[in-house]
């Protein structure tokens, strides 16, 4: 197949996009297929339209060009007004599929899912209304809610409007503050008072319009990922200090993951039907990762579920798909497979 990998964007995952893209591009590529890696944002100039999948690649230098914005994209976002960079639109037309390896704003959230909906193209993941929906925390709450999957008590906040203390709304300190569309835990923090609490407020608002104040639960973390309405093997995230932050996710050796994660069979099929809930609630039909907390009573709570999960080579949907007898190389081939049933 000819497939554009797409990664890279403006979103504050960007660099972590890069990583996952460059991951997905060199293993489609070891199985045979035509994959290029694009930047969504910055494009490819001078490209060769007659030429735009090569037989010989390579990725490492595509990988480079992109990083090579990463200081600039900040500044050249304020200077455009279009997203789409040089030759995306025309390279993703004449793909197979576009594979997307975008996390966060602006490509996670549905407006790209959309866009490639009205133009005829082909992508991996879930459609534009799930995106849009499970990029939303305080709108996923509410739908948790309504479907009966079991999540924190939390309430919404805006910049502008008076902003409701944790005691005002029922909950007590420590109290969790996140923005409302962030991901990779960026812009997270707790709070054990309110002079935390304002301070966290500030760190939410400073990246984005909307956040969510929910109750601090306790507990193990774990993530299951759903193909095709399926939960794969259950996998537990330790840190080995403090929560599962930014630094946790994405630096080596500071994190301890195991898969199957070491629970009752109970509890791992209890999670497993939670999951495949949570990606049904949302319409996430292709593949999708649902992440959870567990305190030592058993009670589980369902944190968010991601549309595009990370395809790093730490990443957790990988990892639990190598569990279940799914190498790397085949796992991309499959979420390619689930999502195209989506245009049939």
Known sequence: MNIVVLAGGTSTERKVSIVSGTNVCKALREKGHRAVLVDVFCGVENADAA?????????????????????????????????????????????????????????????????????????????????????????????????????AKGYEINRGDAVPTPEERGLRYPVFVKPACGGSSVGCTIA???????????????????AVVEEYFKGREFSVGVIEGKALPVIEIAPKEGWYDYKHKYEPGVTIETCPAEITAEQTARMQRHAEAAAKALGITSYGRVDFLMNPEGEMIVLEANTLPGMTATSLMPQEAAADGIPYGDLCEKLIAVSLKNFK
């Open 51 to 151: 030429n735009f999948f090569p037989a010989d690649y390579d990725v490492d230098a595509a990988s480079a060009y992109m990083s090579s914005f990463d200081d600039r994209i900040e500044e050249m976002a304020a200077q455009r007004s279009a997203f789409f960079g040089p030759a995306v639109i025309e390279m993703c037309q004449q793909a197979d599929v576009a594979f997307l390896a975008l996390h966060g704003a602006n490509g996670e959230d549905g407006r790209i899912q959309a866009a490639f909906d009205l133009m005829g193209i082909r992508y991996t993941g879930a459609g534009y209304q799930s995106s849009a929906l499970a990029m939303d925390k305080n709108i996923t709450k509410y739908i948790f809610q309504a479907k009966g999957v079991p999540t």
């Open 192 to 210: 054990n008072d309110a002079d935390q609490f304002r301070a966290s407020v500030d760190i939410a608002f400073g990246l984005e319009p909307k």
